[in-house]
């Protein structure tokens, strides 16, 4: 029964998802938006909203940028109102699961994933295991970068990107010895 809800859980996100993407009305996607937003507020992860905010406002002026740019055969009135669908599709589907997330426990998904082999199972547990540990790292990255005097990593990203890597795979070496040592097989 546990199987069931986890799974319906999963399928409506990706329900959700494909219609959010299929929506031609902008009306419509900003009040879904602002809605999603409201419960996002009511949740105990604001923090995480706005810094999901931070990440997609670059995206959104990338996007706006590219459409009056490079498209155009098109109207300028047109090549706005796309680059607002094209955000606000990205900003709800990147909202939708961030709620998905807070609202769902890791242990959830996986059991959702119940009809898959061991192994995969188990390579899922390990990608949410370092999903939240490489944003660790980077903030702890960051913070030394920029204790050693280094301001920005705006067309630079050496300095977060090698550390960053040398960090995850020390972490994956000692889990995957871990695993050994405990006899895990298939």
């Known amino acids: ?9 999963i399928i409506f996100l990706i329900t959700f998802t494909i219609a959010t993407l299929n929506i031609k009305n902008y009306l419509f996607l900003t009040r879904l938006l602002f809605i999603l937003f409201i419960f996002l507020w009511l949740t105990p992860s604001r923090k ?12 959104a002026i990338m996007i706006f940028v590219l459409q009056i740019i490079f498209n155009q055969s098109q109207s300028l009135i047109w090549r706005i109102e ?24 890791t242990s959830e998904i996986i059991l959702a994933f ?36 280094l301001k920005t990593f705006s067309w630079n990203i050496a300095p977060l990107i090698v550390p960053l890597l ?14 050994i040592s405990r ?4």
């Open 183 to 186: 006899g895990y097989e298939e």
């Open 48 to 59: 995480l909203v706005f810094s999901r905010l931070k990440i997609l406002l670059p995206v």
């Open 166 to 179: 040398h960090r995850i795979f020390i972490r994956a070496e000692a889990l995957s010895l871990a695993i």
């Open 114 to 149: 119940w009809f898959l082999p061991k192994n995969i199972k188990l390579v899922l547990t390990m990608t949410f295991y370092f999903i939240p540990t490489i944003f660790k790292e980077t903030g702890q990255i960051i913070l030394v970068q920029k204790s050693r005097g």
């Open 82 to 105: 796309f680059a607002y669908f094209v955000f606000i599709r990205i900003a709800i589907v990147s909202l939708a699961v961030l709620f998905f997330m807070t609202v769902v426990s």
């Open 1 to 9: 029964m546990k199987n069931f809800f986890a799974s319906l859980k």
